[in-house]
């Protein structure tokens, strides 16, 4: 180990305080490793963790570089699974979806000549993930109508955590308010904090040419999400109409996911006897849908 020390003095004879550095020479070159890391990833990506390695100029002989990754620490209900960390490159591949949301995971690489095992060199890094989005979400879409001798049901059951899925409505907060041309609701004085809203047949007026506009805010720690959806009431009588599957998948979006070769089966409701007739957008080939255009409850479609 050699330690330098240097000292400065100015044309009047003044001496600065010394300042010194410690320098190990190694007696065998090894590599060093650098990676350039993100401040935050988000985990619904997927994360690519490059590092390059550099060698003195020493006169040595250079060999091929193995690698080794390690999880030093994580969360123990999201850990990274070892099949990822068994790269031998200096490219570590994370998939999106890995990762749990607001949380540090610290990896530990392992350099080591191929051909001098016992020069081994190693890192240290964090991952640091963000907070993923809350997803807002409303049965029916952006625009229903239905009649005062009806109640009206609205959703926001589908709503989700995007970086907790699997836990459906669990810890998300409910807020509805109501409006119609720029003022509150007529006749709707509080509105309950949970996903589904209910209000009785009468409870609203017809709405005319102004729709009402129900909106609701989730909220979970610091985040939040809006959606809102046009309700347009008349006086006479509407038939309430459904379609339900039992696809029990949502990605981050909340939308079903499904196999290519999974069969779906699709079936329609309605608060009235009804005939029905499907439509598909984009169009789909005949012959993988059965029945299509008829007046039956199912919907089937084949892989």
């Known amino acids: 180990t050699y330690l330098v020390t240097v000292v400065a003095t100015d044309f009047l004879g003044a001496v600065t305080a010394p300042a010194s550095v410690s320098i190990r020479k190694k007696g065998v070159d090894s590599p060093s490793i650098q990676f350039r890391i993100q401040p935050t990833y988000a985990p619904s990506r997927a994360i690519l963790i490059s590092g390059t390695t ?33 790269a031998a490159s200096a ?26 095992p016992s020069r081994v060199t190693e890192a240290t890094f964090d991952i640091i993930t963000e907070a993923a989005p809350l997803r807002a979400l409303l049965a029916g879409g952006s ?18 955590d995007a970086g907790a899925v699997d836990e459906g409505v ?12 720029g003022s509150s609701c007529p006749l709707v004085s509080s509105l309950p904090a ?3 809203l209910t209000l009785a047949a009468g409870a609203l007026p017809p ?3 102004a729709p009402y506009i129900f909106q609701v805010l989730i909220g979970k720690d610091a985040r939040s999400a809006i959606a809102s959806t046009r309700v347009s009431i008349v006086a006479a009588p509407i038939p309430r109409m459904s379609i ?6 949502l990605d981050a979006r909340g939308r079903p996911v499904v196999n290519p070769s999974q069969r ?28 299509m255009g008829f007046g039956v409850v199912y919907l089937v479609l084949s892989p």
């Open 143 to 160: 625009s229903l109508r239905t009649s005062t001798l009806s109640p009206l049901l609205l959703s926001a059951a589908g709503s989700r």
């Open 170 to 181: 669990t810890g998300l907060s409910f807020a509805w308010t109501c409006s119609v041309g």
């Open 264 to 291: 779906l089966v699709f079936t329609a409701g309605a608060s009235i006897p009804s005939s029905f007739s499907w439509s598909l957008s984009p169009p789909t080939p005949e012959e993988a849908v059965a029945p």
């Open 194 to 196: 949970t996903a589904t």
């Open 54 to 86: 550099t060698f003195s100029k020493c006169p040595f002989a250079r060999t091929a570089v193995e690698f080794t990754w390690e999880l030093v620490s994580g969360p123990s209900t999201h850990p990274i699974p070892s099949a990822t960390l068994s």
């Open 244 to 249: 339900t599957h039992a696809l029990p998948f």
């Open 91 to 116: 490219q570590l591949y994370i998939p999106a979806e890995t990762l749990h949301q607001m949380s540090v995971y610290t990896l530990r690489v392992r350099a080591t000549l191929s051909n001098f």
């Open 207 to 209: 709405s005319g040419a």
